[in-house]
C-alpha cells in the first residue's frame, strides 16, 4: 500500500496539464481575447492550436501581404503559398512586380474576397487575367497605379468580366491621377449594388464652368479626359439604395457639391452612415450644416484639418446625428470651449479626435466629454491641446473606458502627477502616448515621490549632492543646502546643472529601490496597466533607466517609442527586453548612450521585432548590423540615419535579410526607392 501510494505521489507530482489538447471551442474564446499577432505567435505551439487560427472570424480576418518583392509562381514566398492546403480571403498586393504567376492567380482566385493593389506596376491584360478568377471579390482597392489608368482604355471592349466585378460592393481607387469619367463609368456600371466608394486624393473637377465645358450638353457620353464629381453624383445616386459609405479626403470638394449628394426629400438623396473629407479646405460652413441635416443616419464623420468647421457647424453635428459614434475634428481652429461643451450631449460617442484645437482649453474638456462619468469613450486623441494639469486629472477620472488616450505636447497640463491619475483610473488603457511632454519623470511611470523618499542615514552618502526640488527664494535655497552639508557656489549652466540634476535623480532612485524604501510611499506603478499595448514618451528625456528597470514589466507591451530619451542606456534595455518579450516596435533613435553591445541583446531577445529605429545612435557599429543579420527573423522596417560610425555598404549587407522591405536611411537614392529590394530578387524572364 506504501508503495501504491507513493507512486501516484510521483505520478501527480510529475503531472502537467496538456494544454495541446484543450477542445477546439476553449481554444478559440482564448483566441478571441488575443490581438493577430498575440495570436499567430500562440497557432506556433503546436498543430491544434494552429488550426484554430483557421475558424470562422480568425480566418476572416487573416491576410496575405506581398511587399516589395517579385511574385513569381517558381519563386518564394509566391511558390510557398501555394503549397498551402488552407485558402485565405483578404490579399494585399504592395510595390510588388510580376512573373509568370498563372498559378498563383489561379489560388488566389479560389477563395479572395478582398484584394488590394497598391502602387502595383500592373497593365491592361494582366489586371483583367486576375479579375477573371476573382469570382468571389466583394472588396476592390487599387491604389497609385497610373500605369493601370493611363492609356485611358481601361476595361474598353473587355465584356468578360461581369461575372467578377458585378459582387464588388466596396471599391477604392484612391490616389489615382489619371482616372477619368469614362473608366470610372465602365468599372461601376458592371457593379449591382455598391456600398462603399473611397476617391480620396484623386484629380476630381468640382467647378461647374469646367463640367459644362466638357458636358455641353445633357446627353454627352461620358468623357475620356476628365474625372468631374457630376458624373461621380450620378453614379452614387443610381446605388442610393444600398450606398452607405463615402471618402472625398484630400479633394476640392465645394459646398454646392456636397449638398447635391443629399437631399430634404428621401426619395433623391444618398443616405450615408460614413463620410470622410479630410483636408477639404473648399468647403463652407453653409452647405456642411445643410448636408448635415439630411444624414441623421451617419455614425461615423471625419472632417480634420477643414475650415468649414466651427462651432454652429459642431452644434449641427451634435443635433442632427445623436448616433455619432466616431467624430474626427483635428486641426479645426474655429472650435472653441462653447463648441468643446457640446460634446458632451454626444451620448453614443466612442471615438474622438480633437488634436490641434487651439481653442479648446480645459474648461471645454470639463463641461464637454468630462463635465460626468463618460462610460461609453473608448479613444481620445487630444495631442497639441493648450490644457493645465486639472484638465487631465479630469479626463482620467470621468472616462475610466477609455482604451486609447494621447496626450503627447501638451506640454503643460502632462505632469507626473497628471501622469499618476492616468495610471490609477485608466485601469484598461491600452495605447498611451505622452510624446514630448518633457516634464514627465520617473515618478510618473514608477509611482515614486522623490520628495518622500526616507533614506538611511548609513546610506546617504549615494545621495550627495542630490537637490530634487525646485526653490523659489533664496531663503528656501539656503535652508536646503545647509541640510545637504554645505553651501557651494556653481558656475555651470542651466543645461548643464539640468543635466547634472537628472544624473543625480538617477541615482536616488536607484538607491531608494536598492534600500527597498519606497514601500511606504503612496504612487501607481505603470505595470499595473496589464494590457498596455502601445507607449510613445518620445522627447521624454527626463526619463532614465529606472523606468525601464522598475516600472515598464508589461508582457503585452508590443510598441515603444523611446526616441530622445538619451539617459537610457544598456542596463535598462537589459531588463526591458526580459520584462517586455512581445515587442515588435522599438524607436531608440537619438539616444547617444545606445551601443552595440545594446543591438546585439535587443535583437537575441526580442523575437517578435518586426521594426527598429536606431537613428542618430552615433555609437553603432558594423557589428550591429550583423547582430541584425543573425538574430531578426521578422524584421520588417529598419531606420539609420545619420549612423555615422557604420561604414559598410548597407544595401548589400541587408539585402541578405529577406523579411526587410522599408529600409530609411541617409542615402535619398535608397530612402525611398523600393526598387533596391525589387532588383535584388528579380529573375530574368
Known amino acids: 500500500m506504501e508503495s501504491t501510494a507513493k507512486e501516484e505521489q510521483v505520478v501527480i507530482n510529475y503531472w502537467s496539464p496538456d494544454y495541446g489538447n484543450l477542445p477546439v471551442e476553449i481554444i478559440e474564446h482564448i483566441f478571441g481575447y488575443l490581438h493577430h499577432s498575440d495570436r499567430q505567435a500562440a497557432g506556433a505551439t503546436c498543430s491544434n492550436w494552429r488550426d484554430a487560427l483557421f475558424i470562422g472570424e480568425f480566418k476572416r480576418s487573416n491576410q496575405v501581404h506581398f511587399a516589395k518583392v517579385c511574385l513569381s509562381d517558381r519563386l518564394p514566398p509566391a511558390k510557398y503559398l501555394l503549397k498551402c492546403q488552407r485558402l485565405y480571403r483578404n490579399y494585399y498586393l504592395d510595390e510588388v512586380t510580376f512573373g509568370q504567376i498563372q498559378e498563383l492567380t489561379a489560388f488566389i482566385g479560389q477563395s479572395a474576397v478582398e484584394i488590394t493593389f497598391d502602387n502595383v506596376e500592373i497593365g491592361d491584360k494582366q489586371f483583367y487575367a486576375f479579375m477573371r478568377l476573382l469570382t468571389n471579390l466583394e472588396s476592390l482597392t487599387i491604389t497609385r497605379c497610373s500605369s493601370l489608368f493611363m492609356s485611358g482604355a481601361f476595361l474598353d471592349g473587355v465584356d468578360d468580366l461581369g461575372n467578377s466585378i458585378a459582387s464588388i460592393r466596396r471599391l477604392s481607387l484612391q490616389q489615382n491621377q489619371y482616372l477619368s469619367d469614362a473608366i470610372f463609368l465602365r468599372l461601376t456600371s458592371l457593379i449591382k449594388s455598391l456600398e462603399s466608394l473611397n476617391m480620396s486624393g484623386c484629380h476630381i473637377a468640382y467647378h461647374n464652368a469646367i463640367q459644362r465645358r466638357f458636358y455641353p450638353n445633357e446627353n454627352t457620353h461620358a468623357n475620356e479626359s476628365i474625372l468631374t464629381f457630376k458624373f461621380i453624383t450620378k453614379i452614387i445616386l443610381n446605388h442610393r439604395k444600398h450606398f452607405r459609405e463615402l471618402d472625398l479626403s484630400h479633394t476640392m470638394i465645394s459646398g454646392p457639391a456636397l449638398e447635391s449628394l443629399g437631399s430634404r426629400e428621401n426619395i433623391e438623396g444618398v443616405k450615408l452612415h460614413r463620410l470622410k473629407l479630410t483636408s477639404c479646405r473648399q468647403l463652407n460652413t453653409a452647405s456642411m450644416m445643410a448636408f448635415i441635416q439630411t444624414q441623421p443616419s451617419l455614425v461615423v464623420l471625419d472632417l480634420a484639418d477643414t475650415l468649414c468647421m466651427n462651432n454652429d457647424c459642431l452644434a449641427a453635428v451634435v443635433e442632427n446625428i445623436p448616433k455619432l459614434t466616431s467624430l474626427n475634428i483635428a486641426g479645426c481652429t474655429a472650435l472653441n470651449n462653447e463648441g468643446a461643451a457640446l460634446l458632451g450631449n454626444l451620448k453614443c460617442?466612442?471615438?474622438?479626435?480633437?488634436?490641434?484645437?487651439?481653442?479648446?482649453?480645459?474648461?471645454?474638456?470639463?463641461?464637454?466629454?468630462?463635465?460626468?462619468?463618460?462610460?461609453?469613450?473608448?479613444?481620445?486623441?487630444?495631442?497639441?491641446?493648450?490644457?493645465?494639469?486639472?484638465?487631465?486629472?479630469?479626463?482620467?477620472?470621468?472616462?475610466?473606458?477609455?482604451?486609447?488616450?494621447?496626450?503627447?505636447?501638451?506640454?503643460?497640463?502632462?505632469?507626473?502627477?497628471?501622469?499618476?491619475?492616468?495610471?490609477?483610473?485608466?485601469?484598461?488603457?491600452?495605447?498611451?502616448?505622452?510624446?514630448?511632454?518633457?516634464?514627465?519623470?520617473?515618478?510618473?511611470?514608477?509611482?515614486?515621490?522623490?520628495?518622500?523618499?526616507?533614506?538611511?542615514?548609513?546610506?546617504?552618502?549615494?545621495?550627495?549632492?542630490?537637490?530634487?526640488?525646485?526653490?523659489?527664494?533664496?531663503?528656501?535655497?539656503?535652508?536646503?543646502?545647509?541640510?545637504?552639508?554645505?553651501?557651494?557656489?556653481?558656475?555651470?549652466?542651466?543645461?548643464?546643472?539640468?543635466?547634472?540634476?537628472?544624473?543625480?535623480?538617477?541615482?536616488?532612485?536607484?538607491?531608494?529601490?536598492?534600500?527597498?524604501?519606497?514601500?511606504?510611499?503612496?504612487?501607481?506603478?505603470?505595470?499595473?496597466?496589464?494590457?498596455?499595448?502601445?507607449?510613445?514618451?518620445?522627447?521624454?528625456?527626463?526619463?532614465?533607466?529606472?523606468?525601464?528597470?522598475?516600472?515598464?514589466?508589461?508582457?503585452?507591451?508590443?510598441?515603444?517609442?523611446?526616441?530622445?530619451?538619451?539617459?537610457?542606456?544598456?542596463?535598462?534595455?537589459?531588463?526591458?527586453?526580459?520584462?517586455?518579450?512581445?515587442?515588435?516596435?522599438?524607436?531608440?533613435?537619438?539616444?547617444?548612450?545606445?551601443?552595440?553591445?545594446?543591438?546585439?541583446?535587443?535583437?537575441?531577445?526580442?523575437?517578435?521585432?518586426?521594426?527598429?529605429?536606431?537613428?542618430?545612435?552615433?555609437?553603432?557599429?558594423?557589428?550591429?548590423?550583423?547582430?541584425?543579420?543573425?538574430?531578426?527573423?521578422?524584421?520588417?522596417?529598419?531606420?539609420?540615419?545619420?549612423?555615422?560610425?557604420?561604414?559598410?555598404?548597407?544595401?548589400?549587407?541587408?539585402?541578405?535579410?529577406?523579411?526587410?522591405?522599408?529600409?530609411?536611411?541617409?542615402?535619398?537614392?535608397?530612402?525611398?526607392?523600393?526598387?533596391?529590394?525589387?532588383?535584388?530578387r528579380r529573375l530574368d524572364y
Open 349 to 680: 460617442l466612442k471615438y474622438l479626435n480633437i488634436s490641434r484645437c487651439d481653442g479648446i482649453t480645459t474648461e471645454g474638456l470639463k463641461q464637454g466629454i468630462a463635465r460626468a462619468l463618460n462610460t461609453h469613450l473608448r479613444c481620445l486623441q487630444m495631442s497639441h491641446l493648450k490644457i493645465c494639469e486639472e484638465g487631465i486629472k479630469c479626463i482620467a477620472f470621468n472616462c475610466p473606458e477609455l482604451r486609447v488616450l494621447n496626450v503627447g505636447h501638451c506640454v503643460n497640463g502632462v505632469t507626473d502627477a497628471s501622469v499618476q491619475y492616468i495610471v490609477q483610473h485608466l485601469n484598461w488603457l491600452r495605447d498611451l502616448s505622452l510624446e514630448n511632454c518633457f516634464w514627465v519623470s520617473d515618478a510618473a511611470l514608477t509611482g515614486i515621490n522623490l520628495a518622500k523618499l526616507d533614506l538611511k542615514a548609513s546610506h546617504t552618502r549615494s545621495l550627495d549632492n542630490f537637490n530634487p526640488l525646485i526653490t523659489n527664494s533664496l531663503h528656501e535655497r539656503d535652508t536646503l543646502n545647509t541640510s545637504l552639508q554645505s553651501m557651494k557656489i556653481s558656475l555651470r549652466s542651466k543645461a548643464e546643472e539640468d543635466i547634472v540634476r537628472d544624473a543625480n535623480r538617477k541615482r536616488a532612485l536607484f538607491a531608494a529601490y536598492e534600500l527597498n524604501s519606497v514601500n511606504n510611499v503612496d504612487g501607481f506603478c505603470i505595470q499595473q496597466l496589464k494590457g498596455l499595448c502601445s507607449l510613445n514618451i518620445k522627447g521624454c528625456n527626463k526619463i532614465t533607466d529606472v523606468t525601464l528597470i522598475y516600472g515598464l514589466k508589461c508582457n503585452e507591451l508590443k510598441r515603444l517609442f523611446l526616441s530622445s530619451c538619451q539617459q537610457i542606456t544598456s542596463v535598462g534595455m537589459e531588463s526591458l527586453v526580459v520584462n517586455c518579450p512581445a515587442i515588435e516596435e522599438l524607436d531608440l533613435s537619438e539616444c547617444y548612450n545606445i551601443n552595440d553591445k545594446t543591438i546585439q541583446l535587443i535583437t537575441a531577445k526580442l523575437s517578435r521585432l518586426r521594426a527598429l529605429h536606431i537613428s542618430g545612435c552615433s555609437q553603432l557599429t558594423d557589428h550591429s548590423l550583423d547582430a541584425i543579420l543573425v538574430n531578426c527573423k521578422s524584421l520588417n522596417t529598419l531606420s539609420v540615419h545619420r549612423c555615422r560610425r557604420i561604414y559598410a555598404d548597407i544595401e548589400d549587407r541587408l539585402s541578405e535579410l529577406s523579411t526587410l522591405r522599408n529600409l530609411n536611411m541617409d542615402n535619398a537614392n535608397s530612402m525611398e526607392n523600393p526598387e533596391l529590394f525589387r532588383l535584388k
